[in-house]
């Protein structure tokens, strides 16, 4: 048995595999297991191990071949394996099955979203670190005010800065549990103060990560459409800045295999550039298979006739969208490009391409 | 009786159906109803039923002549008849009523903003569930610790980490029911920390969803607005670069019949192209009908002037408007149009059009 | 003694008669008050109703003259009069001193910002009804299925649909009050979802009315600064496009009259425009005054030095200020304008214009 | 033993200062201290009481010789300094640790992030008391509504305005400590409005605070970029309408001294200006070093070549990346710098610069 496709796993089965086993850590913590279940879920814990333990050997396997700089997702994968055996050969109590929450870690492995979000925190680094000395800053005031306001009424539960300051943490951040509330006047107003301050304080950080997040997105999107736009035979003889244009209009998509990407009848809105992988269209006569570079449902976007034929996806494909809309904005700025897929679009229908 | 105008119930009235059932069905859940006011909620919830068949009947009657695909309104007309139905006839407790909240689905129905929020999903469903991965490691890493550091000290409310996880669900939510409370000082300082960490996921996912919806609402206004624009005689003469110009600079509004547009002497800051329906201008002389195609208000942007007579809408108009500010701007990018504005407002009033 | 003037209260002056009236009516419903403090209490309620009473009349007295259509201030004029005026006639009781609380609507007499919001909401208005019915949905939802989960658990909390509605909106808000909490496992997972939906819910209305406040702040900037910038002599003969980057880069600021607005010696980042009003400057020989039309301030673009003299507000003046990094984009773009201030600078300074 | 560099503590230093000092003020306020503890706690106190003198009379002796206007950060110092001196000799008991919370003031001292936030706030000012004011009528009318709905139901929590009123604000925030609840159908639909309208609210509150933030660091990221871009001897020779398109295409980072700024054989996305500071270029023969006003790294721009050498930073060094997709943009726009770069770029690899 080859252990080198479990390398492969996808990031769906990874997810499944990981939320499987921190749920049955979870579930081995309550009390009143029988021993069956608890054995049960001990060996499901064990044939999730054994399955990191084969993509771990498949991942250094594809290693010894290809020496890229994966490092993060070989770490994660020794980690998986060798924490919980570690736990296994020298806990002794129960708690070793925790140690699988390392698994915790599976999901960071090939998600490109965490290697996003880094991104974000680290562009704004500056301003999120500001906003959270602002946070402990209100926060060490609130608690000391009210340690001050309310010592004397409430000494259990406001008789010290750090009993004070659970009252704050859980004000400023609009929790309120309820355990520590102020009596008088004076805490109320100060709490009223402090809501207030902690949604000021969060509305700056969704802002900062908000708007962080979204240039960021923008900015990736831009450079695998690019990536993209250069793989279609078309927009290669176009200057840098038309591809700029373009690159702005396009929309990638990928479809799975059979997949039917439009449909015969149907009011379209949009062409497709395929930029990776084939579609089948079911022309009246003999279905006729596109590859990377080719394009259609152009139709749409000049005459606005419904689909003329059914397209489905023959394998996994990669497309590009081009939106009725932004054909005329891309129209009226690169006459060529319009030009060509008019043309194109009027071969197909058998007729001569007109001026 | 006639079926077919039922399949026409307004939005509006759809909403209020569903919502009068909804009410019933929740007040019918009381205790403590008479026999009498039991049996007038069953009576108006028959009542919504039978309006519901009949707007079934009609959607089936005009499905039969236009074969489009409004498949989600026809499953969701017959669930909203057939479910409470079964539940009369087959369910035997007082339960049964409970059926009725099928009726939920109602305002989905003819919703465009069901339609958009699920298009918005549908683009950001990827950066949403890489926040929903974070939001679930951080839960199932919160109440792990929380479990590890409070389990000796509460071992009734954080004795295994599915209990630990409702207090992290939680706190992580700022909810803050105040059910589960850390006690230990290290519990303390972890749930400030899953406190700052929700409020981070929460404005990640806030502002994937803001960010989101904004984008396709400002895409599907300008699709709407470029249809409406093309349906004006005046633009239809233009490039696409200057439509564009046009579609951006503006706005569309619908006024509902009867309703006054401009009035005489007031100072307006915007003219309005109409898009269809008709519109009264109350001329000293005789009332004049303008339709599509026309505009009028024009000298609020030439010469600042009052408005010169009371326009009101002699039908439900969809008007497009521009406003001052906006027409300085297009005057200057477009002036064909700004000319053929003002050379229509000359005549208008009388005197030749001037160069 | 005339009442004219008090039509004229500042809008501060207005905020703090509210303020003060609001807190009475609040101290009035307080257990324990001795005759004295009600007396002195019922005697300010009087004192700001004379004052009310006074602005009305003058509010009226000016209305003969200016016949404009500020009717809404009119309205909220009378009734801060006749209600409590009403109030003390006809209701026998203590709580007609409640009746005062009219006096909410006060502020919003003057208000640029309640106006501001109204617009903002009218033009969202069917987004926020959008995801206020999504909210009405999940919440009904999530009632139907706490209801049904927990109503055998707990009878008495969840025993019918408008009980556990009102444990949903708690949760869906994430108040979390804590007196309704589900304590199957069932519900404890519809709660966190519950949660996550409230929070989803609310940043798309924090989007909407957040993106929709933006767009109409930035839309009444723009024309506001237009109308300053057509005051200004300099910019009176550019054509439209030049005025509109000129309205873009400038930024405009009120400074009450006797502030400093730029201190000798010190470095400075932008000059000023006087659109109303006049300034002093502190020059060495015998202060220079500058009113509307004039700039001052230009050194700081042209050479970075500091500032070269003092300048002070003799009257409230409006200004707008042009950045440094504005000036240099707006020379690149209407050369003429930056040659026009580059030139009264040198003239200034004693020496001749040079090209 | 000179106290200057003490003026110079970095703001890290100052942070964990800070820190220190007010963790054990609060440390100092918990019940069960031995006098030992308590001991330590007072020393460490006098510690940094000690550094903040020396501090301050660095700022003091370095004030002499440049007579700038940081003012602030003067009486931060003095303040930090002498307050807890004065709370030392004439305040009696053991409140006078409590002073020492003065030092709160302390981050503020060279935060950039302060002053922005203040002039952010500045900025928006108007919207923000706007919506601070909708928050005081909303909450005033909030409880006037739960006071006369629930005063005869629980007088106790209910019973007057300002008790209301503590509800009002604790519900507006979605805070929810559960202590006061309304019980009557009516007050608990009250309560689901009045946390619906504090989402509102809040929504508003985030979307100007954020929007405000976002403007004001995109300007004066602008500002500090079209410092450093001043500074590159390559772009002084272009227009300034050139430079915006270059200040606009450039992003800043800086390097500590020894990174790794690229490494040989690396895929490069970017190429680096150096604004101040040296590189280390590791070429085959001996290292070559680069300052101010070089560039390096551009084969990637133009070939896509992996990088030919490893450079390293030789001090702290600031760069300017400019990103192979912004080079794109920038050579269709630019034609000049492009070439510029292409032609460095030749005859650093010993080819003659070609056309």
Redesign the interface.
Known sequence: MSAVPFSKISTPLN?LFA?IG?LV???L???GLTGQERLVFELLLAAIWLAYVLQLSGTLLSRRRRLSGEMTALVIDLLAVLVPAAAFLFVGSRDRD?YC?IW?LK??RD?T??R??AKVVANES??L???T?????VL??A??AG??IERDVQPDKF????QA??WA???L???????E?PQS?AG?VL??LV??S???I??????????G??EE?R?QD??RN?QLVAAVPLFQKL???A??EIVRALRPRIVPAGAVICRKG?VG?QMFFIVEGRVTVATPDHPVELGAGNFFGEMALISGDPRSATVSAATEVSLLSLY??DF??L???SPEIAETIRKTALERRGGPPKE
């Open positions: 997810a939320t921190l850590v979870a579930a913590t309550t009390q925790l929450a915790l999901p960071l998600s979203f965490f996003l979000l500056r301003n670190l500001g906003v000395s602002v946070f402990g800053i060490f005031g608690a000391l340690y001050i008789g010290s800065i750090p300051m659970w943490v859980v004000t951040s609009t929790t309120g549990y309820g355990d509330i006047l109320r709490a009223g809501m207030m902690g949604i000021g969060f509305a700056l950080w969704a802002g900062i990560l908000a708007t997040f979204y997105v900015r831009f450079v690019w200057g840098s800045a591809l700029i149907e809105d009725a809309v005329q904005i129209s009226s700025s």
